[in-house]
């Protein structure tokens, strides 16, 4: 049988009682924090032309977009909320799998919940979890043993065409069969790929709007009783033989499916840039701050890094160390340890338009050394060596191995509530503080709209 049954028994059986106590806490902070970086993305580029285009685009009124008055189809909406989530790159990120899951989740189930009228707190914590654990299981099982960035492809974007149809299936509590069907047609449609961090384009905020407008529009089609293909995960021309070569695990897929869930592993993220430089900037502020480095000590920075990071994170070379976008400085380790070091913290405000051209940090990128280490190779975000030499010879170096937000280390609900009203505050205290409230109460709340009202304006 293939594995698309198995997802699609999962999605129609599974309710909230089923969900262990840490799952649910889990994605209260994954909801959370995607509400919060979406209001923090709504005004960056990429994000702002989706939105004006959904807009002008119309259409039936359904479905809310955040951080405005506009109502617009299901679909639509959904793409225009993940754009402006995925657009900071701030939204949580499963370190194993490489790959954004709770995106491809939440704003399906938010869009479709509200236009079918029945989302409660608890369907949205049930849906959102199934969401993330599909996504995180599709992505785990890719080449094991290998760095699925070395495919070349957008694994949240990829995968996030079927994910989406089968949390949108389960909102429209289509049965098994159409389930499935669903699967399929989000199938067929399965595209991202990497090309556009190489070139800085804003495409890649825009990858899993695609997935999520694509997924929900399959699961409407199932339910008018159009077919999709059965086999689309494991069959001859599925998922895994038509872009991965058959290089997958089935066991890592299915095992302990409906009674071990992902979720429990996503990180959340404390900086608003690619995973992959977390260790890094962790590793600089805690040469900075613990020992009282300052960027005018500093003579030399060696970064030792993998030949994955090195391709993803260090590579065009000129781009990464004069970013020609935010983009660019998003998915650049030069930049994200070169921040830490003249600012001492990393925030918002260090992957702008403005920020990419600010003289200090652009002086220290360009005086960093880029060598390959691959005994740093680790499962997840593998870690930076960050070394320094002061203009006065000293020598100092650091590995952080366990960035904040990992598993070890993880983001608590304050964190995240902190996090949220950071990228909120366009909302007003008293309304961040109700939002806040609402949903770490979430599995008591009969209507997810009072939480939807909160996110948009009159």
Same mark, same amino acid.
């Given at each position: 049988?293939?594995?698309?049954?198995?997802?699609?028994?999962?999605?129609? =059986?599974?309710?909230?009682? /089923?969900?262990?106590?840490?799952?649910?806490?889990?994605?209260?902070?994954?909801?959370?924090?995607?509400?919060?970086?979406?209001?923090?993305?709504?005004?960056?580029?990429?994000?702002?032309?989706? #939105?004006?285009?959904?807009?002008?685009?119309?259409?039936?009124?359904? =479905?809310?977009?955040?951080?405005?008055?506009?109502?617009?189809?299901?679909?639509?909406?959904?793409?225009?909320?993940?754009?402006?989530?995925?657009?900071?790159?701030?939204?949580?990120?499963?370190?194993?799998?490489?790959?954004?899951? *709770?995106?491809?989740? %939440?704003?399906?189930?938010? /869009?479709?919940?509200?236009?079918?009228?029945?989302?409660?707190?608890? @369907? &949205?914590?049930?849906?959102?979890?199934?969401?993330?654990?599909?996504?995180? !299981?599709?992505?785990?099982?890719?080449?094991?043993?290998?760095?699925?960035?070395?495919?070349?492809?957008?694994?949240?974007?990829?995968?996030?065409?079927?994910?989406?149809?089968?949390?949108?299936? !389960?909102?429209?509590?289509?049965?098994?069969?159409?389930?499935?069907?669903?699967?399929?047609?989000?199938?067929?449609?399965?595209?991202?790929?990497?090309?556009?961090?190489?070139?800085?384009?804003?495409?890649?905020?825009?990858?899993?709007?695609?997935?999520?407008?694509?997924?929900?529009?399959?699961?409407?089609?199932?339910?008018?009783?159009?077919?999709?293909?059965?086999?689309?995960?494991?069959?001859?021309?599925?998922l895994y033989r038509q872009y991965m070569d058959g290089d997958y695990?089935?066991?890592?897929?299915?095992?302990?499916?409906?009674?071990?869930?992902? *979720?429990?592993?996503?990180?959340?993220?404390?900086?608003?840039?690619?995973?992959?430089?977390?260790?890094?900037?962790?590793?600089?502020?805690?040469?900075?701050?613990?020992?009282?480095?300052?960027?005018?000590?500093?003579?030399?920075?060696?970064?030792?890094?993998?030949? /994955?990071?090195?391709?993803? &994170?260090?590579?065009?070379?000129?781009?990464?160390?004069?970013?020609?976008?935010?983009?660019?400085?998003?998915? =650049?380790?030069?930049?994200?340890?070169?921040?830490?070091? +003249?600012?001492?913290?990393?925030?918002?405000?260090?992957?702008? @338009?403005? /920020?990419?051209?600010?003289?200090?940090?652009?002086?220290?990128?360009?005086?960093? !050394?880029?060598?390959?280490?691959?005994?740093?190779?680790?499962? *997840?975000?593998?870690?930076?060596?960050?070394?320094? %030499?002061?203009?006065?010879?000293?020598?100092?170096?650091? +590995?952080?191995?366990?960035?904040?937000?990992?598993?070890?280390?993880?983001?608590?609900?304050?964190?995240?509530?902190?996090?949220?009203?950071? #990228?909120?505050?366009?909302?007003?205290?008293?309304?961040?503080?109700?939002?806040?409230?609402?949903?770490?109460?979430?599995?008591?709340? @009969?209507?997810?709209? @009072?939480?939807?009202?909160?996110?948009?304006?009159?």
């Amino acid at each position: 049988m293939d594995a698309s049954y198995l997802f699609a028994r999962n999605f129609v =059986s599974t309710e909230y009682e /089923a969900l262990p106590p840490e799952v649910v806490e889990a994605t209260r902070k994954e909801i959370l924090d995607l509400l919060g970086v979406a209001l923090g993305g709504a005004s960056r580029a990429g994000a702002t032309q989706v #939105c004006e285009l959904v807009k002008q685009w119309g259409g039936k009124q359904e =479905s809310s977009i955040i951080g405005s008055s506009c109502r617009v189809p299901a679909p639509n909406a959904a793409q225009a909320n993940a754009t402006m989530a995925h657009a900071l790159d701030f939204d949580d990120v499963h370190e194993a799998a490489v790959m954004h899951p *709770g995106i491809a989740s %939440i704003p399906v189930a938010i /869009a479709v919940g509200e236009a079918e009228g029945n989302l409660s707190g608890r @369907e &949205l914590i049930v849906s959102t979890a199934l969401g993330v654990d599909m996504m995180c !299981r599709l992505a785990l099982a890719t080449t094991p043993g290998r760095s699925p960035i070395e495919l070349g492809w957008h694994l949240t974007s990829l995968f996030g065409f079927m994910g989406a149809a089968a949390v949108a299936a !389960r909102m429209m509590r289509l049965d098994e069969e159409m389930t499935v069907n669903a699967i399929g047609i989000g199938y067929h449609q399965c595209a991202g790929n990497g090309q556009c961090v190489k070139d800085g384009a804003l495409t890649k905020r825009l990858g899993p709007g695609f997935a999520l407008k694509g997924g929900i529009t399959a699961a409407y089609l199932a339910r008018l009783g159009v077919s999709g293909a059965k086999n689309s995960v494991e069959g001859e021309w599925g998922l895994y033989r038509q872009y991965m070569d058959g290089d997958y695990s089935r066991d890592i897929l299915t095992r302990d499916l409906g009674r071990r869930f992902e *979720g429990v592993n996503v990180a959340i993220k404390p900086y608003p840039c690619c995973r992959g430089i977390h260790p890094a900037i962790d590793a600089a502020l805690e040469l900075a701050i613990e020992e009282g480095l300052r960027s005018n000590d500093l003579g030399e920075i060696i970064l030792s890094v993998t030949d /994955a990071h090195l391709a993803l &994170l260090c590579l065009p070379e000129d781009a990464k160390r004069t970013p020609r976008s935010p983009v660019d400085a998003q998915f =650049s380790i030069p930049w994200g340890v070169a921040s830490a070091f +003249v600012k001492r913290r990393v925030g918002l405000d260090d992957f702008t @338009e403005d /920020a990419i051209r600010n003289p200090a940090v652009l002086d220290l990128t360009r005086r960093m !050394r880029v060598e390959v280490d691959n005994s740093l190779h680790r499962p *997840g975000p593998e870690p930076t060596r960050v070394k320094v %030499i002061t203009r006065e010879g000293k020598a100092f170096s650091r +590995v952080v191995e366990n960035p904040l937000g990992s598993f070890e280390r993880p983001m608590s609900f304050d964190d995240c509530a902190r996090k949220f009203a950071d #990228c909120a505050k366009s909302l007003g205290k008293e309304k961040v503080e109700r939002i806040i409230h609402l949903v770490e109460q979430l599995e008591q709340l @009969e209507d997810i709209r @009072e939480i939807i009202r909160l996110l948009t304006t009159e």
